[in-house]
């Protein structure tokens, strides 16, 4: 295989060509000799599998890429345990307007040999000349999360509840639960790139427990106390309205544009939630190119932030590290590290392709965090780094789907790899 990849990588697919007259030299091709892929130059891990299984079998330009990527979904953490499973993305442009913005989707099942189950399904599509766009996932899953305590990690004293529930040490917990969710946004384009939109949300878990700490005096427990919540179950239901901008090039792997989204979150108790709460979050995305002859040189930024107005919120349903909704957030810790009631996010990436064909491509990052407690600790002021760097292999040209392989590090000897389909953002 490292032979293959070696002797493609720098490799150039040259197509045979028929003789030209010389009164057509420069002329365009008919349609139908046009490649129907744009990218069939770039090699992708099929065009891999291909020269492996097929050696001698040609490109052929005119055959359209499918942008269909299925991937075996394989991990291992102390957490989880070993986790074996399946994943696929998939990315299509739909209608023939030329500005339509492409339509992608995501799936994904697994099982891990500490019991844990977990389903979902999402998509962001736009229907063409981007008139509507429909965002939203469904999940089902049998979990673990591991919890680290309320804060950023500057614990409180004189107090013993609040001394647990700030975790000054970083003392790791673990919780077992059920988790269903179900989301589905609607927007309308009402100026070129501009949407507005407006959805539900529902987020159910049942059965929650710690079943290895012996004490009642945890975080979880701690903070539902003091807010109200049942220990073993809560509902957080709402509804959702939005304001989106968007003029990147691409879902998947921009390489210029922008993204922006702003919104408001209510939870209401009619709709079946524990708690009536409000929730403002921002989600802002700038992507720069710097380079015409190769476009994957990008300089890559992101700020995504959540924050409390009103009411409360269930502990595990706090905003916090990795928390953003695709669990892209803060590479160099565990989902949930630091949370509390506000929260900001900042991340910057500078990515870039290492092989001509644009197999194998890099990238180095870097991304802080701050938030509150309930112990006098507030937003911004105490800050949370964390960084890395990462290799990433073409799996599907079409539709610029990376396979995302990261080692990231922070602080309290937080470490480890992260894998992914697509960018983090």
Not at 36 to 57: E, G
Not at 129 to 153: C, E, H, R, Y
Request: hydrophobic residues 35%.
């Amino acid at each position: 295989m490292l032979i293959n990849i070696h002797n493609h990588a720098y490799g150039q697919t040259v197509i045979p060509a028929e003789p030209l007259k010389k009164d057509t030299a420069h002329a365009s091709p008919p349609a139908s000799q046009r490649p129907a892929d744009s990218t069939y130059k770039q090699y992708d891990v099929s065009d891999l599998i291909r020269h492996i299984l097929h050696p001698k079998r040609k490109t052929n330009p005119l055959r359209k890429k499918s942008g269909i990527t299925p991937m075996p979904n394989v991990a291992y953490n102390p957490s989880i345990g070993a986790q074996i499973g399946i994943k696929a993305v998939a990315g299509k442009i739909l209608g023939s307007d030329p500005n339509t913005l492409m339509s992608v989707a995501a799936t994904s099942a697994s099982i891990t040999t500490k019991g844990i189950i977990y389903f979902y399904i999402s998509h962001n599509i736009y229907t063409p000349g981007n008139k509507w766009n429909f965002q939203g996932s469904l999940v089902a899953a049998k979990t673990v999360t591991p919890d680290f305590g309320l804060g950023i990690g500057q614990g409180a004293t004189g107090n013993e509840t609040d001394e647990i529930l700030t975790n000054a040490e970083r003392k790791g917990y673990v919780l077992h639960a059920q988790f269903y969710s179900f989301k589905e946004k609607v927007y309308k384009q009402i100026q070129d790139n501009l949407f507005v939109g407006a959805g539900v949300s529902f987020d159910i878990r049942r059965k929650i427990e710690d079943r290895k700490t012996p004490t009642d005096l945890t975080p979880y427990n701690i903070y539902s106390d003091r807010y109200g919540f049942e220990r073993d179950h809560y509902m957080a239901n709402g509804l959702l309205f939005n304001v989106q901008y968007t003029t990147r090039d691409n879902q998947n792997r921009a390489y210029k544009g922008i993204y922006a989204d702003a919104g408001l979150r209510v939870n209401q108790s009619w709709m079946g939630s524990t708690k009536n709460a409000v929730q403002f979050t921002t989600d802002f995305r700038k992507y720069w190119s710097l380079s015409a002859r190769n476009p994957e040189h990008v300089i890559a930024f992101w700020n995504w932030g959540s924050y409390l107005v009103s009411g409360a919120l269930p502990y595990l349903e706090l905003p916090g590290s990795g928390k953003d909704p695709a669990f892209r957030s803060g590479r160099g810790y565990t989902i949930g590290y630091f949370k509390g009631t506000k929260y900001f996010y900042s991340e910057v990436e500078y990515r870039f392709p290492i092989t001509r064909n644009k197999f194998l491509s890099g990238a180095t990052f870097f991304n802080v965090q701050t938030t509150n407690d309930d112990s006098g600790t507030r937003i911004f002021q105490k800050w949370q780094p964390a960084g890395g760097a990462g290799l990433r292999v073409l799996f599907n040209k079409a539709t610029r789907t990376n396979l995302c392989l990261d080692y990231a590090f922070g602080n309290y000897g937080s470490r480890g790899f992260f894998l992914g389909l697509n960018e983090a953002f």
